[in-house]
T-cell receptor
Framework: GEDVEQSLFLSVREGDSSVINCTYT??????LYWYKQEPGAGLQLLTY?????DMKQDQRLTVLLNKKDKHLSLRIADTQTGDSAIYFC???????????FGTGTKLQVIP | GAVVSQHPSRVICKSGTSVKIECRSL??????MFWYRQFPKQSLMLMAT?????????EQGVEKDKFLINHASLTLSTLTVTSAHPEDSSFYIC???????????????FGSGTQLSVL
């Protein structure tokens, strides 16, 4: 079955880069996503990558996908205090019929 | 970007009462909406998939008679927690799919969630 794992906590200093890692088990994943959840709010889609890509960059965000190792990472450049949130990676197969989420990584940005 | 409105954001109710949560897609039509439950410090767990005009598909272990889902229009899905008990206290989040399945314009947008507390 599907299983998505993340480390629970990451602390970085403002201005540094943050790297949040995620591993998944299902090799037939089609899409892989990163979502941001601020306290008491829903999830905001940050970015997503197709499984046939190995990198995607969007402003301060860089997503790297190692399909062989089933490893996904999100790099946030020049991390700001507003980036403090919980970040979820997720995978889906055959479109959006079912999305499996990781446990979330709480990012704490220290001023 | 597309917006999904979910309300109420917070509800406190007595044990035994029913609570209805609404999820609306504001600027797009969502043929499919999803309902998730999130326990503290845990990830989202998919409860059910709601397709407009048809019965919802529930995940294993989710009681369909307890969690009633209605998706009567392309922009509205509701989740009713019937005869709520303290163990139903949780954060419930809906999401709506925009675009075509498997196409590059396919995206999933989330509501802001509803914190349910059952006393």
């Amino acid at each position: 079955g599907e299983d998505v794992e993340q480390s629970l906590f990451l602390s970085v200093r403002e201005g540094d880069s943050s790297v949040i890692n995620c591993t998944y088990t299902d090799s037939s994943s089609t899409y892989l996503y990163w979502y941001k959840q601020e306290p008491g709010a829903g999830l905001q889609l940050l970015t997503y990558i197709f499984s046939n890509m190995d990198m995607k960059q969007d402003q301060r965000l860089t997503v790297l996908l190692n399909k062989k190792d089933k490893h996904l990472s999100l790099r946030i450049a020049d991390t700001q205090t507003g980036d403090s949130a919980i970040y979820f990676c997720a995978e889906s197969i055959q479109g959006y019929q079912k999305v499996t989420f990781g446990t979330g990584t709480k990012l704490q940005v220290i001023p | 970007g597309a917006v999904v409105s979910q309300h109420p954001s917070r509800v406190i109710c007595k044990s035994g009462t029913s609570v209805k949560i609404e999820c609306r897609s504001l600027d797009f039509q969502a043929t499919t909406m999803f309902w998730y439950r999130q326990f503290p410090k845990q990830s989202l767990m998919l409860m059910a998939t709601s397709n407009e005009g048809s019965k919802a598909t529930y995940e294993q272990g989710v009681e369909k008679d307890k969690f009633l889902i209605n998706h009567a229009s392309l922009t509205l899905s509701t989740l009713t927690v019937t005869s709520a008990h303290p163990e139903d206290s949780s954060f419930y989040i809906c999401s709506a799919r925009a675009g075509l399945i498997g196409q590059s314009n396919e995206k999933l947008f989330f509501g802001s969630g509803t914190q349910l507390s059952v006393l």
